[in-house]
């Protein structure tokens, strides 16, 4: 799977939707929005679910850049994940446990 976003001349709260403080050498108020005069935001991921075993991985790349008059900043994030389930038997029945899931990420 894959995706692109490109946005430009919106306002956005990106305090308010992200938390941080600051952004490109500005101070950011929550509830408040910053014009920005691009966002451009791409990514890539897939998964794979093993077929002899309970166990699937995933992994997503993405890169979101955000400009500002002269001012830019770049993220990179890379998220792995890894997800299993159980079957176990019990008073001669068959029980299955829920997913159990892990992940990482790296930004």
Same mark, same amino acid.
């Given at each position: 799977?894959?995706?692109?976003?490109? #946005?430009?001349?919106?306002?956005?709260?990106?305090?308010?939707?992200?938390?941080?403080?600051?952004? !490109?050498? /500005?101070?950011?108020?929550?509830?408040?929005?910053?014009?920005?005069? #691009?966002?451009?935001?791409?990514?890539?991921?897939? @998964?794979?679910?093993?077929?002899?075993? +309970?166990? =699937?991985?995933?992994? !997503? !790349?993405? /890169?979101?850049? !955000?400009?500002?008059?002269?001012? /830019?900043? #770049?993220?990179?994030? #890379?998220?792995? @994940?890894?997800?299993? &389930?159980?079957? =176990?038997?019990?008073?001669?029945?068959?029980?299955? /446990? +829920? &997913?159990?899931?892990?992940? &990482?990420?790296?930004?």
């Amino acid at each position: 799977m894959a995706a692109y976003t490109n #946005a430009e001349g919106r306002a956005f709260d990106i305090a308010g939707s992200t938390g941080m403080s600051q952004a !490109l050498g /500005r101070n950011l108020t929550p509830g408040q929005a910053l014009a920005i005069d #691009a966002f451009r935001s791409a990514g890539i991921g897939g @998964g794979y679910r093993f077929e002899t075993l +309970p166990i =699937s991985i995933n992994a !997503l !790349l993405t /890169r979101s850049t !955000l400009q500002v008059g002269a001012a /830019r900043s #770049a993220m990179n994030a #890379a998220d792995v @994940g890894l997800a299993w &389930s159980s079957t =176990s038997t019990r008073d001669g029945g068959k029980a299955s /446990r +829920p &997913s159990s899931r892990w992940s &990482s990420s790296c930004r």
